[in-house]
């Protein structure tokens, strides 16, 4: 079972508009929370990263909010553009997992112009 | 920085056929990852190595896959025998540390 749970599985959204990609987990142990991004015929890169000591992390137009009572996490995209347009990974790590990952499901956003 | 790099890009094979995808990671990243992506099942972590050393490989489907890192700039994924069902992108991804993965660009399996 996917131990980390990623809403919702598309999104559309109109150029200068704002996306938002929610995840949960259940895992307390969980130290570091990470953003992938996927362009088609490309390997998944990362975005921006948070700790759970840190309730919001900003990078440019990108910004991850997290919640450590309710075990979520979400992902911004503030003025969404055309080329913001791929698939985003939220993802999860313990401290003792030897660098493993535990992904959720993908989003798939879509930029209309 | 070449980043990681992956051969072939693109595999079709016949069903019953072995199948090797290989992957050189960045130097000096000590940890290598062998992922499946499929629209079915998302991101799929096959098998992880640190220092050469397989960690953990129980995400390894079944015993028709194995894989080997022989030194720190090579890895192999091997499939033998190669079924309809194994068809997905097969990545690597290597790290220095266990945070951020660095991946490669994909070998896109398709066993007919």
């Known amino acids: 079972q996917q131990q980390v749970k990623q809403s919702p599985q598309s999104l559309i959204v109109q150029k200068g508009g704002i996306s938002i990609i929610n995840c949960a987990y259940e895992?307390?142990?969980?130290?570091?929370f990470p953003w992938y991004q996927q362009f088609p015929g490309k390997g998944p890169a990362l975005l921006i990263a948070?700790?759970?000591?840190?309730s919001e992390k900003k990078e440019g137009r990108f910004t991850i909010s997290f919640n450590k009572s309710a075990k979520q996490f979400s992902l911004h995209i503030m003025d969404s553009q055309p080329g913001d347009s791929a698939t985003y990974f939220c993802?999860?790590?313990?401290?003792?997992?030897?660098?493993?990952?535990?992904f959720g499901a993908g989003t798939q956003v879509v930029v209309t112009p | 920085d070449a980043g990681v790099i992956q051969s072939p890009r693109h595999e079709v094979t016949e069903m019953g056929q072995e199948v090797t995808l290989r992957c050189k990671p960045i130097?000096?990243?000590?940890?290598l990852f062998w992922y499946r992506q499929t629209m079915m099942r998302g991101l799929e972590l096959l098998i992880y190595?640190?220092?050469?050393?397989?960690?953990?490989d129980s995400g390894m489907p079944e015993d028709r896959f194995s894989a080997k890192m022989p030194n720190a700039s090579f890895s192999t994924l091997k499939i033998q025998p190669s079924e309809p069902r194994d068809s997905a992108v097969y990545f690597c991804?290597?790290?220095?540390?266990?945070?951020?993965?660095?991946f490669g660009p994909g070998t896109r399996l398709t066993v007919l």
């Open positions: 991804a290597s790290t220095p540390t266990p945070r951020e993965q660095f």
């Open positions: 895992n307390t142990a969980f130290d570091y």
């Open positions: 948070i700790r759970p000591d840190v």
């Open positions: 993802a999860a790590q313990a401290p003792d997992s030897w660098g493993k990952l535990q």
């Open positions: 130097s000096g990243h000590d940890y």
């Open positions: 190595f640190n220092n050469n050393v397989p960690i953990d």
